[in-house]
């Protein structure tokens, strides 16, 4: 079992920046694929950008040049650094793990989410 907690969320203006966090529990933590996935209520959820377990990375078209995720294996830690924020960014954020290496398939386990609120 992994538990993953987001924390970084808050209200920007548009065009500041966030990063948010992903505390993962477990020792098994750099074998898997991290993500971050968000959702705005009536929608459907998107994945935002993906880690491999090799550190490859993958981006959503609409962050892409703008988002840039990374990992810390050594502190079970996800990172997603939020630049030139828009007011379509605003959603709630999830990290979610995949017991996989690989980041192609669904997604085991997934935090809470945290509020990110873009202001125009």
């Known amino acids: 079992e992994v538990q993953l907690v987001e924390s970084g969320g808050g209200s920007v203006q548009a065009g500041g920046s966030l990063r948010l966090s992903c505390a993962a529990s477990g020792n098994k933590y750099s074998r898997y694929c991290m993500g971050w996935f968000r959702q705005v209520a009536g929608k459907e959820r998107e994945r935002v950008a993906a880690?491999?377990?090799?550190?490859?990375?993958g981006y959503a078209g609409s962050v892409k040049g703008r988002f840039t995720i990374s990992r810390d294996n050594a502190k079970n830690a996800l990172y997603l650094e939020m630049n030139t924020l828009k007011p379509e960014d605003t959603a709630m954020y999830y990290c979610?793990?995949?017991?996989?290496?690989?980041?192609?398939?669904?997604?085991?386990?997934w935090g809470q989410g945290t509020q990110v609120t873009v202001s125009s």
């Open positions: 880690i491999s377990a090799f550190g490859g990375t």
């Open positions: 979610a793990a995949r017991s996989d290496t690989y980041c192609d398939g669904p997604y085991n386990y």
